[in-house]
């Protein structure tokens, strides 16, 4: 299949500049009727070819990536990617196959090569695939969106990434890099169950960071900047201050080079929710991943400690702590109308942990009927047109106290323990237990006041323990929604992005290293 | 979707004259890849995905601006074309950029297997096939992952350049487990050569290391000995010269190599005296593309010599503002080896561990390279010169810059397979080290 059709056929085409009619079929250029006749000729090719089910995938992906350094512009790129995947259940086996050129013949081609996939690996196939009904739906989503990023100039944006780094290089520091990317995702989903669905987002991504140097010690200290990516227009970004931050991140980075280093200890920690989305991620969005508690990842992002028999059963964390999975949060960097199985998913806000305990897991199609459940709660994601779907996080979340309490509150019942704001290393076993993470600034807590700041802080917990010490909670007011683009699982490896809510919280007895500690064992 | 050497010339020849830059980089690159995945002795999502991407670089004077698609169409090129020329006039001059370089001589790519190439999903399956049996006759659990390929890759410039690499590639990784959740191994390697794939053998690594570490020990945190795994060794290596190793960054103050009171420490003994670390990408262990940064030859670069750090990566412009050398980044690598077996290893261990791999490393402090991450699939104690029994794993925080001042013996250099550095071609050897920092306890499987 290496030296498949694609290979020897098409590129003569390009080179002798011949109008290839079928190549002017790709995506871009295709209306509504145009993606529905190519999804019946994939559907249809892929029904005689004896799959019990098949879908469609049919994808657009337009980027604007632009990096500032210092006061010149290191990157101004744009990118466009197109391409459609077909998937077949052939005998309860999957196969799929990609390609970029949405032409009648390469669909054609590509339903062949995935039924000979699922046929190749039907001898390994002990146990066969069942999906249980999914209903059909004719829809279009697009997600809400103020100001369209790829209708701002990018004279627009780069003035603002300019402006960025001269507020911070002005402050004081001695590098500053400011990037803003974009990308606009759009999918025609259409499956032999009958939906057909076409669904627009649009993410915005910046990230910042500052560098200060000593020279005479040949010490160096960073601060990144807050301000999470989000599914969401260009109004965002005008509504961030990332010109008081960048100032700021200079001044304090500053101050972190001569700040009081850590004495490695357990304390009472609160978590500023610039952190702690990072920690929900990785301690409670990844081990309720039903595909890794079947051993579905057990090769690379792992397995869980979370086991289907404590459903129900396990104390995930103090009574305070209810986490909350849904598609539908604005500016949420997993919302969107349906899944990439085609399962409704906006709307569909489902509980993970309620009162702390386990409820939930989060599913994708041919999985919950595993555990007993009926159904998927619609959490598929594929990164690509490329790419097979499989399960990956909604935005998932942890609920506000539902009584008043501020961050002042918060450090008010802490005699000795650090506050710690933004994102440093993280780190987590393959089963979610033992966690390490870092921070952007540390502030030491003493008898109920902020102090100083700290410096070479990292905790370490194991996550049960961990959320179980949990006994503080901020309220609605202090909710902010964090984020990563491009949380990695999957072989072949996919990037998804995922948002998380987060209040403050207190934490009770944690472990701290003074990560500059030469003796860190 | 592959395109040959000729077929990619010609394509770059046909995109540089629709160039209206004062001059131009276009690159072009595709893949071929079939892959079997496969968990709990059955298989999961399985595929055969291809793509080919188009990118170019348009310049006037010094304002820059690219563009990427993969729409091969006339149309698609021209218009990639314009998006790129739009996005150069629109950025600000950069004072960095230096004109595409001209022709270069590059040498000739010896990482393309054709029967990787015809490898079909049959082949794969029957790979495969032997090492689910063997899991089910011993009643373990085998998931992984078997993906090979065929790409390509092509760099032009309007100033007569023009690169072109090919190769093949083929990963395999799995993990066995007990039913009971208490025994984990792991087996991986990569290759540009079918043939040289031995599933089976693989498979029975990971099977034995499974049953090896059912139901471990706990043991405390501290520094122990430790001998590492050429896995565990990549990930460490080979993270650290891909991310670390900038002559920039260090002159500038913001690296390990950045000497104190200016400069970097380019010349001083950095690693202990046993250590060597090379890249050639005509090495026939480990193959690496003919070109790498800015089409610039991917030539052998020796970057630490019996502990001297002999060369950092230095882009075209920092060698003319420094008065260095450009130095690109390696696209191989290759840790000299020693003689002593693992065997030999165990043997002259009082007490120590023998760890396989490393999970999820990241960067603490840049400063000192202080990574953090975990063991995982297997981890065994080692008293008075034999192995005794399975452990529980560790999280780490150690820099590969210390470790590797206290290697006390090394095993022979060997392909490798890291989770962090992927398909990257590396060979390096087992390590006996000494004083390894494992900071606290993973009760993970």
Known sequence: ?521 | MNLNEADAQALAAKVIALSKADSCVVEFSGYDNRHIRYAQNMATTSGAPGNIGFGIESHFGKHVGSASGNDLSDEGLAALVAASEKTAKLAPENPEFLPPLGPQKYAKGVSFAPVTEAASPEMLAASVQPVLRQAQEQHLQASGFLEVGASFSCFATSKGLFAYHRSTSVQHTLTARTPDGTGSGWAGTTHYDFSQLDAAALGAVAMDKAVRSHKPAALPPGKYTVILEPSAVADLVGLMIRDEFDARSADEGRNFATKKGGGSRLGESVFGKNISIYSDPSDPLVPGTVYSDDGLPAEPVAWVENGVLKNLTCSRYWAQKSKYRPVSSPTTLAMKGGTTSTAEMVKQTKKGLLITRFWYIREVDPQTVLFTGLTRDGVFLIENGEITRPVQNFRFNESPVAMLNRVMAMGPSVRAYGEEVGNFPISVPTLLVDGFALSSVSDAV
């Open chain 1, 1 to 521: 299949m290496g030296g498949c059709a694609c290979a020897t056929l098409l590129p003569p085409a390009y080179l002798l500049g011949t109008h290839n009619a079928a190549a002017l079929e790709i995506a871009e250029k295709l209306d509504l009727a145009g993606k529905l006749r190519l999804a019946d000729l994939a559907l249809d090719a892929a029904k005689k070819a004896g799959a019990s089910y098949a879908d469609f995938r049919l994808c657009r992906y337009q980027d604007e990536y632009l990096e500032v350094k210092e006061r010149r512009v290191e990157t101004s790129a744009t990118g466009l990617s197109v391409g459609f995947a077909v998937r077949v259940l052939l005998d309860g086996t999957w196969g799929y196959a990609a390609s970029p050129l949405a032409t009648e013949a390469e669909i054609r081609q590509a339903v062949t090569r995935a039924a000979q996939v699922a046929k190749a690996s039907q001898p390994l196939q002990s146990r066969k695939f069942v999906l249980e009904d999914i209903p059909a739906y004719q829809d279009r989503w697009d997600m809400p969106m103020k100001a369209d990023p790829f209708k701002v100039s990018t004279n627009e944006k780069i003035a603002k990434l300019l402006e960025i780094n001269e507020a911070a290089l002005k402050a004081g520091a001695d590098y500053a890099t400011a990037v803003f990317a974009f990308v606009r995702e759009e999918k025609f989903f259409a499956s032999s169950r009958g939906s057909r669905i076409e669904q627009t987002r649009v993410r915005v991504i910046p990230e910042t960071e500052v560098t200060v140097i000593d020279k005479a010690t040949g010490h160096f200290s960073t601060r990144a900047g807050f301000a999470p990516p989000r599914g969401s227009g260009y109004d965002y970004i005008l509504s961030y201050d990332f010109i008081g931050e960048a100032a700021k991140a200079a001044e304090q980075a500053r101050e972190k080079l001569k700040a009081k280093p850590v004495v490695a200890d357990t304390y009472d920690l609160v978590l500023d929710p610039t952190n702690l989305w990072l920690t929900i991620h990785e301690s409670v969005g990844h081990p309720t991943e039903l595909d890794r508690a079947l051993g579905w990842e057990a090769n690379f992002a792992g397995t869980t400690f979370v086991t289907p028999d404590q459903l129900g059963k396990l104390k995930y964390g103090s009574s305070l702590m209810n986490i909350i999975a849904d598609r539908s949060q604005e500016g949420g960097l997993s919302t969107v109308g349906y899944d990439d199985d085609g399962v409704r998913s906006a709307g569909s806000e489902f509980a993970i942990v309620k009162d702390g305990i386990f409820v939930n897991y989060q599913t994708a199609i041919g999985q919950a009927q595993l555990i007993g459940q009926k159904a998927s709660n619609g959490c598929a994601f594929a990164d690509s047109w490329s790419t097979f779907p499989i399960q990956r996080m909604p935005n998932v979340s942890l609920a506000p106290n539902p009584k008043a309490c501020t961050l002042d509150d918060l450090f008010a019942d802490v005699k000795r323990g650090i506050y710690i704001m933004g994102n440093g290393s993280w780190s987590i076993d393959q089963q979610r237990h033992n966690f390490q993470f870092g921070g952007q600034l540390f502030y030491e807590i003493k008898n109920g006041k902020l102090g100083g700041m700290l410096r070479d802080v990292a905790y370490q917990g194991d996550t049960t323990g961990f959320w179980n010490s949990m006994d503080g909670l901020g309220d609605k007011s202090t909710y902010f929604l964090g984020g990563a683009p491009n949380c990695g699982k999957g072989q072949p490896e996919q990037t998804a992005p995922v948002s998380h809510g987060a209040v403050p919280a207190r934490f009770r007895k944690v472990n701290v290293l003074n990560t500059a500690r030469k003796d860190l064992a």
